[in-house]
């Protein structure tokens, strides 16, 4: 079971970027779907979520009308594309499975999880 996320780089702020995440091994169709940042120096924290059906979306606060979650199941991937980027959004930005079709803020609920993509934002 793989999780590849990709789409990181370099932005000035007020910038946009498209993170994708890509599963391989297993479908992750009827799974929830989440990504999380890493900022140096700080624990990891919950940037959005998105139940298998794509019905019900999570974001934090910080993000909320900046991000967007989606997903594509036939392709097995997940998205976020963020606007408006601030230089606070800097982080490593990781991509994460439920082994359940719901979602959730709570990192340890999710078993699944990509090697991470830099997400730099300069000022």
């Known amino acids: 079971v793989q999780l590849q996320a990709s789409g990181g780089g370099l932005v000035q702020a007020g910038g946009s970027l498209r993170l994708s995440c890509a599963a391989s091994?297993?479908?992750?169709?009827?799974?929830?779907l989440g990504w999380f940042r890493q900022a140096p120096g700080q624990e990891r924290e919950f940037v959005a979520a998105?139940?298998?059906?794509?019905?019900?979306?999570l974001y934090a606060d910080s993000v909320k009308g900046r991000f967007t979650i989606s997903r594509n199941n036939p392709r097995n991937t997940v998205y976020l594309q963020m606007n408006r980027l601030k230089p606070e959004d800097t982080a490593v930005y990781y991509c994460?499975?439920?082994?359940?079709?719901?979602?959730?803020?709570?990192?340890?609920?999710?078993?699944?999880w990509g090697q991470g993509t830099q997400v730099t934002v300069s000022s």
């Open positions: 994460a499975a439920r082994t359940t079709t719901l979602v959730t803020t709570i990192e340890n609920e999710y078993p699944y």
């Open positions: 091994g297993r479908t992750f169709s009827r799974n929830g």
């Open positions: 998105i139940s298998w059906s794509g019905g019900t979306t």
